[in-house]
T-cell receptor
Framework: GAVVSQHPSRVICKSGTSVKIECRSL??????MFWYRQFPKQSLMLMAT?????????EQGVEKDKFLINHASLTLSTLTVTSAHPEDSSFYIC?????????FGPGTRLTVL | SQQGEEDPQALSIQEGENATMNCSYK?????LQWYRQNSGRGLVHLIL?????REKHSGRLRVTLDTSKKSSSLLITASRAADTASYFC????????????FGKGTLLTVNP
């Protein structure tokens, strides 16, 4: 399957700062990709769907002004958590749509102090 | 309500035994997929079964799908300690953007 990387793998920040997470597809180009959030011992919850060249579609309850998604190219997408707070601490996972199969990144563990 | 509910939530077995996990969903699907996640890591795609399929095998994995009951099962035979992980089912309802809805997962512990 396709290889997807995320950077950073782990980040600790102070409350109020913004954190940018990168998601790269290393050997695959896709117009559609997804960002998920996973709280401890819980399942993955879809946050947003983004299509290259257009605005992301956010799931209900996810603030678009807080979680900024930039789908810069067919191989790079970024998620910026703006003014992060402790309740934003979570595991963030991206995936690229491979036409019926999704290829997931290894995840980014965000801890907001 | 959440699509894709697995049971049991946690399962502990001895090495060599079989492990069966179940998943139920509520709406029509295009396909159902099973994923594995080691603690704090990303997801590994295990197997995909389409709505017109009833059973699929991959190595020690066997997946069944009953669309009339809106349920699926994942069987891991001859389990190994390395199979210890969380297992999630995810449903794809079709449409143009292949959104997946994940279940709550089953934490499988295989004791050596």
């Amino acid at each position: 399957g396709a290889v997807v990387s995320q950077h950073p793998s782990r980040v600790i920040c102070k409350s109020g700062t913004s954190v940018k997470i990168e998601c790269r597809s290393l050997d695959f180009q896709a117009t559609t990709m997804f960002w998920y959030r996973q709280f401890p011992k819980q399942s993955l919850m879809l946050m947003a769907t983004s299509n290259e060249g257009s605005k992301a579609t956010y799931e209900q309850g996810v603030e678009k002004d807080k979680f900024l998604i930039n789908h810069a190219s067919l191989t790079l997408s970024t998620l910026t958590v703006t003014s992060a707070h402790p309740e934003d601490s979570s595991f963030y996972i991206c995936s690229y749509d491979g036409v019926g199969e999704q290829f997931f990144g290894p995840g980014t563990r965000l801890t907001v102090l | 309500s959440q699509q894709g509910e697995e049971d049991p939530q946690a399962l502990s077995i001895q090495e060599g035994e079989n492990a069966t996990m179940n998943c139920s969903y509520k709406t029509s699907i295009n396909n159902l997929q099973w994923y594995r996640q080691n603690s704090g890591r990303g997801l590994v795609h295990l197997i995909l079964i389409r709505s017109n399929e009833r059973e699929k095998h991959s190595g020690r994995l066997r997946v069944t799908l009953d669309t009339s009951k809106k349920s699926s099962s994942l069987l891991i035979t001859a389990s190994r300690a390395a199979d210890t992980a969380s297992y999630f089912c995810a449903t794809d309802a079709g449409g143009s953007n292949y959104k997946l809805t994940f279940g709550k997962g089953t934490l499988l512990t295989v004791n050596p």
